[in-house]
């Protein structure tokens, strides 16, 4: 009962904090405090209702000993974190939205093979990732260039889509303010549309950060060498190490957090003059 009784103080101070912080001036330091407040709440109320209710491990470990597990499996942790991060998500991420830009930039060239990749990207796009990964995994081996490939085929077309319809953002008379200037479509690309296109294929960076890290993980779930996130996850609930499915877990959100957030600077850096990113 002890317990139950301190997670809902803690739900009530929490609360009441962020009621507090909500009335104050809007600053950086309130902003962040919000978000930390809540969390941490949520984490003391998640342990509190584990060991106040007596729910066994094996369904929901308590957050103190998904702690201590992580803090003793660093080592496997990180070589999880490289293989399926560094090796897997990442080169994919790098390679599909890479191609997904220069193929928009070629169908905003030629305008007639809109009609013939989009569809075809946006088929690609609909099919299920369960029934694509194991078939890459044939193709590619069960090492990480597998993982790249279904990363590349997830975050292809939202990159593709997102693109095309940036370098499209521009109206007809900033085009022919610059064929006035007698600007070809390389200079018209470089000085308008591709800034003018950034929003947008910031947008598809952004989504394109959780996809990479889901079809990495995925992925390794229908073949991978004896390393790697999705692998761990998957041995680690057949061994009943919960403690361990959830460290991995962690290591997951904060990847993923950390991705969109890093993306999100950059826009913020690149896209200064844009309107959302005022105020």
């Not at 301190?6 to 001036?25: T, Y």
């Not at 790098?94 to 990749?117: E, H, K, M, N, W």
């Not at 993980?217 to 991978?224: M, P």
Request: net charge positive; proline share 5%.
């Amino acid at each position: 009962m002890g317990w139950i009784v301190f997670g809902f103080a803690a739900w009530l101070l929490g609360w009441r904090a962020n009621v507090w912080l909500a009335r104050l001036p809007k600053s950086r330091a309130t902003s962040l405090a919000v978000p930390v407040i809540f969390g941490v709440t949520l984490v003391i109320i998640w342990e509190c209702l584990v060991r106040g209710f007596d729910i066994s491990p094996v369904l929901l470990p308590p957050p103190s000993v998904i702690a201590l597990r992580f803090a003793a499996s660093t080592s496997i942790l990180w070589q999880d974190f490289v293989q399926t991060v560094l090796k897997g998500a990442l080169s994919g991420y790098i390679l599909g939205c890479g191609g997904a830009f220069l193929t928009a930039v070629v169908i905003d060239r030629f305008p007639f093979l809109q009609r013939g990749l989009l569809p075809v990207g946006n088929f690609v796009a609909a099919l299920p990732i369960v029934g694509m990964a194991p078939i890459l995994v044939m193709w590619f081996g069960f090492d990480w260039q597998s993982k790249a490939a279904v990363v590349v085929v997830m975050v292809f077309f939202p990159m593709l889509v997102n693109t095309v319809e940036g370098l499209q953002a521009t109206d007809k008379m900033q085009r022919d303010l610059m064929r006035t200037y007698a600007a070809g479509y390389g200079k018209t690309l470089l000085k308008l549309r591709l800034p003018a296109a950034m929003p947008f294929i910031f947008n598809g960076l952004k989504i394109s950060t959780t996809l990479a890290l889901i079809g990495a993980i995925v992925a390794e779930f229908f073949g991978s060498p004896i390393k790697g996130m999705g692998f761990r996850i998957s041995t680690s609930v057949g061994q009943l190490a919960l403690d361990l499915v959830w460290a991995e877990i962690v290591v997951a959100a904060v990847v993923g957090s950390a991705f969109y957030g890093g993306v999100s600077l950059l826009e913020k850096a690149v896209t200064f003059w844009h309107p959302s990113q005022r105020g």
